[in-house]
């Protein structure tokens, strides 16, 4: 099994590194092309911390592991709210006044009601998947709107704070960019392969090796510049990129794996995952809006409560793996 270890090691690495090579690049383009910084953070930031999911997802479906990409994207949903905003808001409390997340956040409740219905009936077929996609595309172009029309949103405002501006050509980004994605592919594909090896060889299914290990390390784009954006103060980017992320994993995530391959879901997830998912969404939503309290906030105890759940989730996959349960 060293192979295959030494495969996942070095393909998170080289998903990390490429993934912000990727996103960099994406950013000095879109900023070449006079893209909007709201905009930016809504669909660059936002959207663009997930490609890792969206390639791994995408490859495991096509040969034939889609439970490695249903565990892949679930697991950096949960991974992304309890872990990524936990170790956030304990590092420095969040604060979000935005309009545009706050108008995300119900989209996101609801996308991910969206997910549970379809999943039922324990698959997600071709045409779910294109229900899925639908729903995303619709979701991007009203992104695109709001990222034109509101100037003056605490989040653009937060991500225009954060952007160099341009130098020199185009040329540079768009290598970066593109070496970025070809780095990404191979990286997966290492990735891929030694998850599906591992959980052979540990006689686990590979949706527990996507819900833990592959989960975690696609998340760590998202867990870097949440982290980074906290401590300089803005907030907004760190809220945002999960926000962003977890839409992105819900829909284009899952959709694009079911298009390629039908996913077959365990009743196990239906009990365990799915349940955790949405609790956690709801969570965020109720923190994220700030009912009553003039602004959505999450404070270190809230923080401290979402590792904890992570931690108690984390512990609860492992030992139902063990039982040979999933």
Aim: glycine residues 14%; aromatic residues 8%.
């Amino acid at each position: 099994m060293l192979l295959p270890t030494l495969a996942v090691i070095t393909g998170l690495v080289a998903l990390v590194w490429s993934a912000g090579l990727f996103i960099d690049g994406a950013k000095s383009v879109a900023q070449r092309f006079g893209m909007p910084p709201l905009l930016i953070g809504m669909l660059v930031i936002g959207f663009g911390t997930s490609a890792p999911e969206m390639v791994v997802s995408g490859l495991s479906a096509a040969q034939g592991n889609p439970g490695l990409a249903l565990g892949n994207a679930f697991g950096s949903n949960i991974t992304n709210i309890a872990l990524i905003l936990g170790i956030t808001a304990v590092i420095r409390p969040l604060g979000v006044h935005s309009g545009v997340l706050k108008k995300e956040l119900p989209i996101l409740a609801i996308a991910t009601g969206l997910v549970v219905l379809l999943m039922l009936d324990r698959v997600i077929g071709f045409y779910d998947a294109l229900a899925l996609l639908a729903v995303f595309i619709g979701l991007t172009i009203w992104s695109v709107r709001e990222g034109g029309k509101q100037k003056r949103d605490s989040f653009g405002l937060s991500v225009d704070h954060t952007l160099c501006k341009p130098e020199g050509t185009i040329t540079q980004p768009l290598i970066r960019l593109l070496i970025g994605l070809l780095f990404l592919v191979l990286s997966s594909q290492a990735l891929v392969w030694g998850a599906v090896e591992i959980a052979g060889a540990l006689g686990v299914s590979d949706v527990v090796i996507g819900l833990t290990v592959v989960a975690i390390g696609t998340s760590l784009p998202e867990l870097a510049s949440s982290v980074i954006a906290a401590r300089k103060g803005d907030h907004e980017i760190a809220f945002g990129n999960v926000i962003g992320s977890n839409l992105f994993n819900t829909l284009a995530v899952t959709g694009i794996a079911g298009s390629i391959h039908a996913i077959e879901v365990d009743s196990v997830v239906l009990l365990r995952d799915l349940p955790v998912m949405g609790f956690l969404t709801l969570v965020l939503f109720v923190l994220g809006y700030g009912f009553g309290s003039g602004g959505g906030r999450i404070n270190r105890f809230e923080g401290a409560f979402l590792l904890t759940c992570f931690v108690g989730y984390t512990g609860w996959l492992v030992s139902t793996a063990m039982a040979g349960q999933v």
